[in-house]
């Protein structure tokens, strides 16, 4: 309906006053109508003409071109147009979901995740993961064709690090294996214990190389090696932990029910980076001290390292070979969309300015979304040291929650799910958020469970009895107040779609919700006149709810 409206109000400022507009229509509180325009405001200047009179001259012309779709249309204030549609209009919309097709036929490429081999998958990388599969799924659903990508520093001075420790704890054809001298951890058998051991692994390696100029160099030989591939006793170390890694990673992505569909490694984005470096230097890059750089202040921006003094790519460099890899897989990709925290923001900024001088195509249908930073109550993560608090510990403390709220249930599982991808995604993407477990299991609050709960409330008034009507006629005031509020979910789609911002459809989810206990609590729906109406009514609802779960990746469960 919205967009009716606003293709209406478009013609009408062509008719009346032969100017092309696009205007903006917004959801008005109930008392002033449906829809509200302020396109009078936006055209006074050009006009120059006072917009309460283009605001009345534009409301003639669309109680003529809207007739019987309308039934109310006033000017407000200094020349807002507010439009109260047809119920008949209006039951249409809530009744039936129409697919937010805006992008049918295109691809898509959304990369998240991204943990690294030999280090935690620690809570940033549970966020990206969860917020870029939700991102991926509001394309899908606007009809584009979807492809998960992600991309992992299988190659690097942290992977050298970790190596490096390793070889310190076990003999290097990984035969014997020694205790740890640090909080007991014993090393049982060849997997490492991923989960508990890696982290401490890697933080000795980062200490060593901090503190200790002997391992450094070790260190730096073995980063050499991990390259070159010259050396059998890092080949084995290092096939063996990056295999082991990515059973562990595969696992929780199981979990959290993401199928990627291709995923790439920095040892294979880096010769392809160095080769664009070195093919560009002298135009985009220059050298500088030993190593290759882009000079980011001409953009705003700083400057950023892209081959090191050693001859090694950096992170800057791979990205760029990355950008290549995508582009020859999929060269029908019409956008390029990367998660990841927002600490990387000006480094893409850099990047895709040395992007745009090379492929500038690619950088143009490259876009970089910065999620902010998620903790506990112990504060910020850091993978360095060690202090890391791992996605599966907060995984397996959030399922213990749920356990314990719904003992003996067989919807354990999927309430879990709800509880941990919810609490993520109902905070707008960029800011941090501090994930509290008891809350994010609540059945009473904004949380996953709760829209659950409201789902299976509304399927067990179904149970009793099913709508023995298809037609909703002359509706009540409460009845509209929450039809109205069923009719604005296509739009919050596109809104969350167009903006890549999920945390529109929990907060929409919510107040739907909410305004259902309302209607409720002063309309009975079973055994009234009009049961048969309000029936559907819970109906659309009960679809609603159960549309805007699978969008978020949350199980709809119709018992609790």
Excluded at 417 to 440: E, H, P
Aim: contains cysteine; proline residues 3%.
């Amino acid at each position: 309906m919205q967009d009716k409206l606003i293709q209406a109000v478009s013609r009408a400022c062509k008719d009346v006053f032969d100017v092309d507009v696009e205007p903006v229509m917004s959801r008005p509180d109930e008392q002033f109508g449906d829809y509200a325009c302020n396109v009078a405001l936006q055209l006074a200047k050009d006009l120059n003409k006072n917009p309460r009179e283009i605001a009345e001259s534009l409301a003639e012309k669309l109680k003529s071109s809207l007739g019987a779709d309308i039934s109310d249309i006033s000017v407000a204030g200094p020349g807002f147009i507010n439009i109260t549609i047809s119920d008949e209009l209006l039951v249409e919309s809530a009744l039936t979901i129409e697919p937010y097709q805006h992008h049918k036929g295109e691809q898509v490429l959304v990369e998240f995740g991204d943990p690294n081999p030999l280090k935690v998958f620690h809570l940033g990388h549970l966020y990206t993961t969860i917020v870029g599969d939700t991102i991926a799924r509001l394309f899908q659903k606007a009809g584009a064709d979807v492809s998960r990508l992600s991309y992992h520093g299988d190659v690097g001075m942290h992977v050298a690090k970790a190596i490096w420790a390793i070889g310190e704890h076990i003999d290097w054809d990984l035969n014997r294996l020694k205790e740890l001298d640090s909080e007991s951890i014993q090393i049982k058998d060849e997997m490492l214990n991923l989960r508990t051991v890696i982290g401490f692994l890697y933080a000795q390696g980062a200490d060593a190389f901090e503190s200790d100029s002997e391992a450094a160099d070790e260190i730096r030989a073995v980063n050499k090696s991990v390259y070159l591939r010259d050396r059998e006793e890092v080949n084995k170390i290092y096939d063996w932990g990056v295999n082991k890694s990515f059973e562990y990673f595969d696992l929780i992505f199981e979990e959290l029910g993401v199928q990627y569909q291709k995923r790439y490694l920095e040892s294979e984005t880096a010769p392809v980076g160095a080769k664009i470096v070195e093919e560009n230097t002298g135009t985009v890059f220059e050298k500088s001290d030993g190593a290759i750089v882009y000079k980011g202040e001409k953009d705003g921006l700083h400057t950023r390292v892209f081959i090191n003094s050693e001859g090694l790519p950096t992170y800057d460099a791979k990205d760029l070979g990355l950008a290549t890899l995508k582009e020859a897989d999929y060269p029908s990709a019409v956008k390029s969309i990367i998660i990841t925290a927002t600490e990387q923001t000006e480094y893409f900024k850099v990047m895709l300015a040395a992007l745009n001088q090379i492929k500038p195509e690619l950088a143009e249908k490259t876009e970089h979304i910065a999620h902010g930073f998620l903790s506990l109550t112990t504060g910020k993560m850091s993978s360095r040291t060690g202090n890391v608090f791992g996605a599966q510990s907060l995984m397996d403390a959030t399922r213990a929650e749920v356990n314990k709220a719904f003992p003996d249930s067989n919807v354990q599982h999927d309430v879990y799910i709800a509880a941990l991808k919810y609490t993520f995604l109902k905070s707008r993407i960029g800011g941090d958020i501090v994930f509290d477990i008891q809350d994010s299991v609540s059945i009473d609050g904004n949380s996953g469970p709760y829209i659950q709960y409201a789902y299976a409330r509304a399927k067990s008034i179904l149970r009793k009895k099913e709508p023995a009507s298809t037609q909703l006629n002359n509706l009540e005031e409460g009845e509209r107040t929450l039809v109205r509020k069923l009719s604005e979910y296509e739009e919050v789609l596109e809104k969350a779609t167009e903006e890549r911002l999920p945390h529109f459809i929990c907060t929409y989810l919510y107040e739907l919700a909410q305004e259902f206990n309302r209607f409720y609590e002063k309309n009975r729906v079973i055994d009234n006149e009009r049961e048969s109406e309000r029936l559907l009514i819970v109906k659309a609802y009960s679809d609603v709810l159960k549309d805007g779960l699978e969008t978020l990746g949350i199980p709809a469960l119709e018992k609790m």
